[in-house]
C-alpha cells in the first residue's frame, strides 16, 4: 500500500508540476502569488496530496507492527523502481537503462536487509 500510494502521488504531483511549467521563470515574471494560484488550480495536485498522505498513513501503520530499519529502506527502495516504471509508463520520460539498473539495485541491498 505504501509503494502503491507513494508511487501515484509522485506521479500526479510530477504531473500537475509539469502542467504549471517552470516555477523559477513563472516567479521571476510573476511572483509567488501566480505560482500559488498557478499550483493550487491543478486537480492533479490535489490528488496527488492526497495519495501522498494515504502512503504517510501507511507507513505509519507499518512501523506500528515493523522495524524501522526495515520498514523505511523497503517501502522507499521498492518506491525508487516502481516511480522508474511509472515515470515511463505515465509521463513518458525517458528512463534508460542506467536509472532502472540504479533503482533494482538499491532494492536488492534492501533484500540484503531483510535477509
Not at 30 to 54: D, Y
Request: include cysteine.
Amino acid at each position: 500500500m505504501i509503494v502503491i500510494a507513494a508511487t501515484a502521488g509522485d506521479v500526479l504531483v510530477a504531473r500537475a508540476m509539469k502542467q504549471v511549467g517552470d516555477v523559477g521563470e513563472l516567479w521571476k515574471r510573476h511572483g509567488v502569488l501566480k505560482v500559488i494560484g498557478r499550483v493550487l488550480s491543478t486537480p492533479t495536485f490535489f490528488l496527488g496530496l492526497i495519495a501522498m498522505a494515504g502512503a504517510f498513513y501507511s507507513l505509519l501503520f507499518a512501523l506500528s507492527w515493523g522495524d524501522l530499519s526495515l520498514v523505511v529502506p523497503a517501502s522507499a527502495s521498492l518506491t525508487f523502481v516502481a516511480n522508474a516504471f511509472a515515470a515511463k509508463i505515465f509521463l513518458h520520460e525517458h528512463v534508460g537503462g542506467r536509472r532502472l539498473l540504479a533503482a533494482v539495485l538499491v532494492a536488492c541491498g534492501v533484500a540484503l536487509l531483510a535477509i
